[in-house]
DNA sequence: GACTAAAATGTCACTCAATGACAGATGCGG
DNA sequence: CCGCATCTGTCATTGAGTGACATTTTAGTC
């Protein structure tokens, strides 16, 4: 028990991992995730079903596997962030890695046929959705911290408008092909321009 | 074929979901989601795990089925408001149902628990997430006919946004156990008040 | 190079969600 | 009372995921 980490079996280990992946999912683009079983993948990687559940637990993670290192790029860049700048900006830079990513279209292609299996595929997008939401909670908290307002629902929501923007531009730019720059900077001006009327006067509860 | 609806079966139909419904929710608040089976659930009801399928497509429907109703709810609050009222408003007014909803305490004690069932379960949040998800896409879609542009990120992102202020303030109301009603507000004004800096002199492109 | 302990793999059996097919039961309309 | 649609149970099957156990690889040591 000397090295721990990156032995030569750590090493082998995420070399079979990226291939299992690469390999599953140009079977999930070909014929689609659902029809594609975990028995196929095991036949095309010449190695039992119980051998690819021990490389990944489950099959979600052929493809949603990637998103877990996201998290901590996020934290990282917005903690580089100074603390006198505004949450909104700071957040938008903390985009930016994500951004400058998905603005190469050399990867861009590669990842837009398995972007549209993970939307078209309910379990998968339901997973996907489930890993953002994660993010963002650990996003919020670190954006209380900075605010230190322990519990308030201001830093909360602020996080989650931003990461609705981030949405909201990958689905513009996956629809319409513009920039995902143009279209993240469009979507947050749209909400940090917003302007509210004051407050209904009374309750209004109904029904 | 006469009736069509609500004949005498659509509505024993009906009885039979609620029944099957309240007793799976109970069975999943006292065992956890996933230590209870649909076998489980079946043999409680005095029927076949089969026919609890013909009643609920998945084990999921058991306790998240009722949004599906609240979909249309949001879309006719959101046709009933002025065309020349700022979206932000009619989004918060959208939202009065729903939020009439959480903050009756006799409700919310009863589904406070199936709540934290539903976030303490990867597999039901997840799905609860897709749902959610589904909704706002199609407020969303209203939105961006409202405002007579077509494929524009704004009306989406700003959707998106105030859904994630419902999130933040819902959130916000099982850990502290404040009024919704004030923290939907709250944290609507925190996202209505953003102001970001200019943007950065020229590209940022890192990593 | 042989030896040993750890790690990787295959096989088998199993649980559970979900679906299709078929047969029998039930209940409504005439 | 009968005929027909619907409801229901039973059985078989698929596919994801897990536990247990035996066997093979492989790394590190002498």
Redesign the pocket.
Known sequence: ???RQN????R??RA?QAELVELAQGLFVERG??????????AAA????????????????LVLGKYDLLSDELLRRLRERPLGEPLWTSLRRMFDGVVAYFADNAHASRAAAMERVVTSTPALHAAYLHRVSRMQAEVAALACARAKSADDVGPVAVVGAAFACLAAARAAQASTGRSIELLLDEAMDAVAGLRRERRAPQGHHER
Not at 33 to 41: K, R
């Open positions: 028990m000397e090295d032995s030569l079996r750590q082998s280990r079979v995730y659902e029809s594609t079983t975990v028995d196929d993948i095991a010449g190695m039992s079903k119980r051998t690819v559940f021990r490389y990944f637990a489950t099959k979600e993670e």
